[in-house]
């Protein structure tokens, strides 16, 4: 087994469990093993930098350290998008951001050690696409997706900033449709695979996120898609749970499912369709359930 | 009627490493707003009140409040401005200057959010759902229905998990003490409504 270390991050631990456990269970089948950082804490995700910007970057650089010093790893899974654009913003602002320098300082003295940001940071796409290959992925399936139609939601923090998150094409991404292809299912064309599920926003506004989310899964409708793919896990939650609402408001709805892509993987690995969590989501899965 | 300053984009520009200034009101980052029609000002109204140093304008909007932090504006920004990092900046700006309004719900939850995994080492989903409830009599009734169903589907632990509490709380200290500094050199002429100084 190769170890990787492994960063679930607190919706891994909570809403989103069946996110990091399929992720670890279909890593395991390519012999890659998931080393959780000790102690970890939160990422600070949106709250800390609209807050104090030293101690947003303080927070994954903290972990950074302890990966790179203490477990001796250059590469780390970080399947939730929130979590990874955290990672990735601070090695940004650490490395090649407009006052680096100071960065570097003042955030090595918040954390109160060296912090060596040559890390890999391998976001859920990223762990299909680059770390275990698309060629190794296909060799590994079982029971190929045939038929299945399934629309890639990136979201916003998988790709953008691209100078932060160095995706090869923010605007219309496609490695997340590249693994459902090798998974033997059909990535629809559609027109909302970048926009945004409306985040934390869920929380306080929701009649603006309905309408946001109406739209994201309209469209993937419109496009033929039976399922949506998300590797997020707000993004999942918001298209899932918040189509529960809009069902509310408009018995004319129909729902369309929203899988994490690790949970594809697994199901076309040919894992057991128990150890997925399909009964953890709000709108049901009947295809793959 | 606020006089025309440069201080407002000055303390902007340096708590949010940009430059506000190139901002020349091409509107591309309106365009690609998601939210841009949910709020009072666009995304280039904000910038153009920052520009003329308009706090009243810009700190106070309640778009700055639904800002999803998207990152489409900075990605899409030819001036390679970094917009989402100027609305951060503005919401910063907006709690030392006292001018949160009443109806910015998000101000709420991240303060929440922050306090919540200040406290764990890491955030709480159920606790920061609770505690929002019982800060903001609106939202009271929201969600009720959905909440039940993810907690029958195990979607909402009630025991939070913990983190590295000691060194989050030693780390939120000397980055506030580090903050508070640059905050108080940056802070002193923001506006300057009678002399217009800037």
């Known amino acids: 087994m190769t170890q990787l270390a492994y960063y679930p991050g607190c919706s891994l631990h909570g809403s989103s469990k069946e996110m990091g456990d399929t992720a670890k269970a279909t890593a395991a089948v390519f012999g890659y093993e998931f080393a959780e950082v000790p102690d970890w804490n939160c990422c600070g995700n949106t709250a800390a930098h609209s807050i104090n ?5 303080a927070l994954p650089a903290n972990e950074i350290a302890k990966i790179r010093s203490d477990m001796g790893l250059d590469r780390v899974v970080v399947p939730c998008a929130a979590c990874f654009s955290r990672f990735m913003t601070t090695i940004y602002e650490m490395t090649e951001g407009e006052q680096n320098e100071q960065t570097r300082a003042d955030v090595e003295k918040v954390v109160g050690r060296a912090v060596d940001t040559d890390l890999k940071v391998l976001n859920l796409v990223d762990l299909y696409h680059d770390q275990i290959g698309l060629d190794e992925l296909k060799a590994k399936v079982t029971r190929p997706l045939e038929g299945l139609k399934v629309a890639a939601y990136y979201g916003c923090l998988l790709t953008r900033p691209p100078k932060v998150t160095l995706a090869e094409d923010p605007e219309y991404p496609t490695h997340m449709d590249e693994v459902l292809r090798a998974l033997g299912a059909e990535p629809v064309e559609w027109d909302y695979k970048t926009d945004c599920c409306g985040a934390s926003l869920a929380l306080c506004e929701q009649p603006m996120v309905r309408d946001l989310i109406r739209k994201i899964v309209g469209n993937a409708r419109e496009r033929g898609a039976d399922v949506i793919s998300a590797a997020c896990p707000l993004c999942q939650v918001n298209l899932d749970t918040r189509q529960f609402d809009i069902k509310n408001e408009d018995a004319s709805w129909q729902q369309v499912p929203v899988a994490f892509l690790s949970q594809l993987v697994g199901t076309a690995l040919g894992l057991p369709a128990s150890e997925m969590g399909w009964k953890r989501h709000v709108v049901d899965v009947p295809a793959l359930a | ?26 509107k591309r980052c309106s365009i690609g707003c998601p939210v841009a029609s949910y709020g009072d000002l666009h995304p280039a109204q904000v910038m153009r009140a920052v520009q003329l140093g308009d706090i009243d304008a810009a700190a106070a909007s309640k778009f700055i409040w639904l800002c999803t932090g998207c990152e489409t504006c900075t990605t899409r920004c030819p001036q390679g401005i970094d917009i989402a990092a100027v609305m951060d900046e503005l919401r910063k700006i907006a709690r030392e200057e006292k001018m949160v309004t009443k ?14 995994m200040k406290r764990w080492g890491r955030m709480s989903e159920i606790e920061l759902v609770a505690l929002d409830k019982l800060s903001r009599p609106s939202s009271m009734m929201a969600d009720v229905g959905l909440g039940l169903q993810m907690f029958r589907r195990g979607k909402l632990p009630i025991i939070p998990g913990r983190g590295d509490r000691k060194k989050i709380k030693d780390m939120w200290a000397r980055a506030e003490a580090i903050e508070n500094e640059r905050r108080a050199a940056r802070r002193v002429p923001v506006v300057d409504k009678e002399r217009g100084e800037g």
């Open chain 2, 103 to 116: 109806d910015a719900g998000l101000a709420s939850v991240l303060k929440l959010n922050l306090d919540s």
């Open chain 1, 53 to 57: 910007r030293l101690f947003a970057d």
């Open chain 2, 1 to 26: 009627m606020t006089a025309i300053t440069a201080t407002l984009a000055k303390r902007v520009n340096e708590g949010a490493e940009t430059n506000a200034f190139k901002c020349y009101q091409c």
